[in-house]
């Protein structure tokens, strides 16, 4: 069983605030749980409200590192 450090947040549905899942830190990296399962990428529409929903890990890694990039190019 890989090192479950804890929950960092909450996702929800972008529309309906829905919960989607928890992201979570295993050995030292994030995931989405979802229902006990820990995945890098999701892909599929809210049972609650029908939107489109998609979470990948690495571009929620690529928007953290420009948005880092803009506040040193800022400052």
């Not at 989607?20 to 809210?46: F, H, Q, S, T, Y």
Request: glycine share 6%.
């Amino acid at each position: 069983m890989a090192s479950f450090i804890g929950t960092k947040k909450k996702i929800y549905c972008p529309k309906c605030q829905h919960v989607v899942g928890d992201v979570v830190i295993i050995e030292n990296r994030e995931w989405l749980k979802v229902n006990g399962i820990a995945v890098n990428v999701m892909r599929g529409v809210c049972l609650e409200c029908g939107a489109e929903f998609h979470w990948s890990i690495s571009e929620r890694m690529l928007s953290q590192l420009v948005e880092h990039v803009i506040k040193l190019r800022d400052s």
